[in-house]
């Protein structure tokens, strides 16, 4: 093995074997959001979502960052980001203080939502819920 080989592994090696490094970001459009049967709050992308979440004692705080686009097109979008991760993969649960009318129509500049995020880690195949994360999608254009 040559040196600019050896040299390319331990840099990979670094960067995987510390955790935190990398954060993971999921963005959402208003047309993927769907209702939860029995709970008129809550909108999600995957109906598995419409669990009910463990208490908020068991929920992990995550440093997370959300912000709101509109595309000349009319697609709203809300897109969080936090770390450090691991490997996983994360959906997004959007939920209201009050009655939600449609799940489409709760992206918009006047909105306030909280975010919880449930993270799937695959080395352990576990879910993760973080604590609620309040979202201000106020326009600043």
Sequence with gaps: MDLWSLKLHLAIWTLLSRPGVFSLEVSVRHSELKPCDG?????VTDSQDCQ??????????????????ETSDQNRSVTCSWSPVSESKASLVFTRDYKIISCRGIFNPAATLNVTARIK?????RDVWSQPHRVFLFDKG
């Design 39 to 43: 709970n008129d709050r809550v909108c």
């Design 52 to 69: 009910h979440p463990p208490p908020s004692s068991s929920r992990k705080a995550l440093n997370m960052s959300c912000y709101y686009q």
């Design 121 to 125: 880690s695959y080395l352990t195949g």
